[in-house]
């Protein structure tokens, strides 16, 4: 949620749209609920392109190859630990158009609804390590960044306008958002 905040006031172009959605489909006299997830298409591919752009963890936990394995050219011994670069699959160019960029369009089609996740999408990792809490984080992520962007708004605090909202800090094996002071204010 700190990557939510820190990227919507970073872009409040992007944040208007959200709150725009959930005004619309959603309105002010009830809470989200996950029903409402087909009918939010583009908040639902900004909260994606937050789990992109804001990559947690850059490497997923180890797995190990159970024989010998060729990838790449590359021959790699059974038995033997690998790490997957989620956050450099996260940023190819050759998945994402200008990953560079926090555009939710990256999870968006042409007419507007959800796409299919490119294989370069894993911000829960993969496989039998795969994060066992994906379904539930995901549903908790939608229905709390709903709710927030359905009553608040978020904003860089005056003096800060310049700051940039979207760097990082990386701390051992995780990257987070930097601290920042950010303007609350009730939606009305």
Known sequence: MHWCVML?????????????????????????SLDDREKLPYTTATLYEVMRFGSI???SVPHATSKDVEIGGYDI????????????????????DEPQKFKPE???DETGKVRLHPEGFLPFSTGRRVCLGESLAK?????????????YRF?????????DY??????AFTCLPRDHKVMVEKRF
């Open 57 to 59: 963890l850059p490497m």
């Open 139 to 151: 549903a908790e992520l939608f229905l709390l960044f709903t709710w927030l962007f359905q009553h």
């Open 77 to 96: 011994p059974g038995d033997t630990w690998v790490l997957v670069n989620l956050y450099s699959m996260h940023y190819d160019g050759k998945l994402w």
């Open 166 to 171: 979207s760097e990082s800090i990386s701390i």
């Open 8 to 32: 919507l006031c970073q872009y409040p172009d992007i944040q208007k749209k959200v709150g725009e959605e959930v005004d619309r489909i959603v309105g002010r006299d009830r809470l989200p």
């Open 155 to 163: 904003s860089k605090a005056a003096g800060l306008e310049g700051e």
């Open 106 to 108: 990256h999870f968006l």
